[in-house]
Every structure is written in structure tokens, then in C-alpha cells.
């Protein structure tokens, strides 16, 4: 077997894994309230004025763990089991939510470069499969195809990792806010540590699948040269 494909397999069950923990983590923090009854939503808020952000909007958005935050729109967008909750995980996801918008607020280069990339990934995610799968029907007589499918898939990889610190950014800034504006007890921010950091490791994961899926179609492109 091919070692990148059994790291595809690797990758896609500790993926599994890994998500089914988040989902566990965030349910029980979900059950834990927050000091005062702070919702996700007053969270966010809090969070953006003492950055000295106003003109940032908090909104909901539907789905479960939809949580994200639009730089062209300037809304941190929360999620419904999020935005009106009142729990410790919601909390944490609120505030990470709003470490995207102080990360564009100064600046932040690696956000800078992944806002540059969506419309490019956003293309090439789209058609990479088909373009591949074309690719290799062709291969013989048309490998120009095969390696644009390729380089669409690299264009994914590159933007799985400049996630990475982005994404940890991110939780860093919300912890540390969570724990310096003093909203949250040493033994509460243990459940906000707990929920972000298995949060960030679906972007790990992503990434690293990313990485293999890369090296898969390299190697296949290798052995049928």
C-alpha cells in the first residue's frame, strides 16, 4: 500500500476521532454555566469593546458550531447553540471567534494571507476532484490536466496550513482575554482551555489530511511518469 494513502486512512480516522472529542468536550461544557449568565453573544461584545473594536457586529447564524468571523462583512457570526447560550463553551468559542476580529483589527499577516486565499481555494475546491479525475483518464495524452488538478490541491494544502496559526492565534487571544479581564475563575477557564484546544486540533487534522492527500497524487504522478 502506498504510504501517503495508509496516511490518508490514518489521518481520516484520527480525524473522526478527533471531532467525535470536540463534540463531547463542547456538550460538557455546554451543561457548565457562565459567571452572570454572560451569553455568547455578551461575550463577544465584551471582548470586542475592551479591544477598543466597535465597529464590529455580533450576529447569529444558524447550524451547530457554524461559529466564524467574516473580515469583508466585519460580523462575528455565532452559531445558535453559541450566540444565547450561556455556558463555558460558548464563552470560549465566542471569544475566539473575536480573536479573528483583534487579529484584523491589527493586522495580523497570516489572517491577511488566508483572507487572500479564500477566493482562489473557494475556485480550485470546487473542481480540484474533476479536474483530477480528468486528469488521470488523460493522463497519457494530456498530463498538463493532471498537474493542474495538482496544483489546485496544493493551493488546499497551502491553505490548511496557514490556518494553523491563525486558528491558535485565535485561542490564544481568547484565553488570555478570558483569564486578564477576570469573567472567568481559574477553574472555569480550565473548561475554555479544554474546548479551544481540541478545536484546534480539527485544523491540525485538516491540515496534516491535506498534506497527505498532496503527497498522494505527487506519488501517483511519480509512478506514472
Given at each position: 500500500?502506498?504510504?501517503?494513502?495508509?496516511?490518508?486512512?490514518?489521518?481520516?480516522?484520527?480525524?473522526?476521532?478527533?471531532?467525535?472529542?470536540?463534540?463531547?468536550?463542547?456538550?460538557?461544557?455546554?451543561?457548565?454555566?457562565?459567571?452572570?449568565?454572560?451569553?455568547?453573544?455578551?461575550?463577544?461584545?465584551?471582548?470586542?469593546?475592551?479591544?477598543?473594536?466597535?465597529?464590529?457586529?455580533?450576529?447569529?447564524?444558524?447550524?451547530?458550531?457554524?461559529?466564524?468571523?467574516?473580515?469583508?462583512?466585519?460580523?462575528?457570526?455565532?452559531?445558535?447553540?453559541?450566540?444565547?447560550?450561556?455556558?463555558?463553551?460558548?464563552?470560549?468559542?465566542?471569544?475566539?471567534?473575536?480573536?479573528?476580529?483583534?487579529?484584523?483589527?491589527?493586522?495580523?499577516?497570516?489572517?491577511?494571507?488566508?483572507?487572500?486565499?479564500?477566493?482562489?481555494?473557494?475556485?480550485?475546491?470546487?473542481?480540484?476532484?474533476?479536474?483530477?479525475?480528468?486528469?488521470?483518464?488523460?493522463?497519457?495524452?494530456?498530463?498538463?490536466?493532471?498537474?493542474?488538478?495538482?496544483?489546485?490541491?496544493?493551493?488546499?494544502?497551502?491553505f490548511s496550513i496557514v490556518?494553523?496559526?491563525?486558528?491558535?492565534?485565535?485561542?490564544?487571544?481568547?484565553?488570555?482575554?478570558?483569564?486578564?479581564?477576570?469573567?472567568?475563575?481559574?477553574?472555569?477557564?480550565?473548561?475554555?482551555?479544554?474546548?479551544?484546544?481540541?478545536?484546534?486540533?480539527?485544523?491540525?487534522?485538516?491540515?496534516?489530511?491535506?498534506?497527505a492527500t498532496?503527497?498522494?497524487?505527487?506519488?501517483?504522478?511519480?509512478?506514472?511518469?
Amino acid at each position: 500500500m502506498n504510504v501517503s494513502y495508509f496516511l490518508i486512512i490514518v489521518i481520516a480516522v484520527v480525524g473522526m476521532v478527533v471531532q467525535a472529542r470536540l463534540q463531547s468536550v463542547f456538550r460538557k461544557y455546554s451543561r457548565v454555566a457562565f459567571p452572570g449568565g454572560f451569553t455568547g453573544k455578551d461575550v463577544a461584545e465584551k471582548m470586542l469593546r475592551d479591544h477598543g473594536i466597535y465597529d464590529v457586529k455580533v450576529v447569529a447564524t444558524r447550524g451547530h458550531l457554524t461559529d466564524h468571523y467574516n473580515p469583508s462583512t466585519r460580523t462575528v457570526n455565532l452559531s445558535e447553540s453559541v450566540y444565547a447560550s450561556a455556558s463555558i463553551a460558548a464563552a470560549a468559542v465566542a471569544a475566539h471567534e473575536c480573536g479573528h476580529a483583534v487579529q484584523h483589527a491589527m493586522g495580523y499577516a497570516p489572517l491577511r494571507l488566508r483572507s487572500a486565499l479564500v477566493p482562489i481555494i473557494q475556485f480550485s475546491s470546487s473542481l480540484s476532484t474533476w479536474v483530477i479525475i480528468l486528469g488521470i483518464v488523460l493522463l497519457n495524452s494530456f498530463p498538463a490536466i493532471f498537474w493542474v488538478g495538482i496544483a489546485m490541491i496544493a493551493a488546499s494544502a497551502l491553505f490548511s496550513i496557514v490556518t494553523l496559526p491563525v486558528e491558535y492565534n485565535a485561542s490564544n487571544r481568547a484565553l488570555a482575554w478570558l483569564e486578564n479581564s477576570g469573567v472567568l475563575a481559574p477553574e472555569q477557564m480550565r473548561g475554555a482551555t479544554v474546548s479551544l484546544r481540541w478545536a484546534a486540533r480539527t485544523y491540525l487534522v485538516a491540515a496534516l489530511s491535506a498534506i497527505a492527500t498532496l503527497l498522494y497524487y505527487l506519488g501517483f504522478a511519480r509512478d506514472n511518469d
